[in-house]
Nanobody
């Protein structure tokens, strides 16, 4: 099993920054990528960004490109999501997830964290 614990969410104003953390533990040998997803009330869960562990290649949704940055500290088994220039439409519960694949599709992620709320006020 793989366990993920997110932290770092909160209430901020438009234009502010936040950094989310996701600590990954357990049987991680099968993991090849970590992704961040978000889900706003009444909406489907959507892909935000992902990082491949071996290559450190990153990929982003168009809506966050240039504002969000994903990174990974392998020594700490932690994946970060740096969010800058936050907008009210970024308000959602943010989840990190791990997959054997490098994918943008939620069903291809086997392990999920509990989520952390990010609220951006206008």
């Amino acid at each position: 099993q793989v366990q993920l614990v997110e932290s770092g969410g909160g209430l901020v104003q438009t234009g502010d920054s936040l950094r989310l953390s996701c600590v990954v533990s357990g049987r991680t040998f099968s993991i090849s990528s970590t992704g961040w997803f978000r889900q706003a009330p009444g909406k489907e869960r959507e892909f935000v960004t992902g990082i491949r562990w071996l290559s450190s290649n990153t990929y982003y949704a168009d809506s966050v490109k240039g504002r969000f940055t994903i990174s990974r500290d392998s020594a700490k088994n932690t994946v970060y999501l740096q969010m800058n220039s936050l907008k009210p439409e970024d308000t959602a519960v943010y989840y990190c997830a791990c997959s054997q694949y490098g994918s943008r599709s939620p069903p291809e992620y086997d392990y999920w964290g509990q989520g952390t709320q990010v609220t951006v006020s206008s």
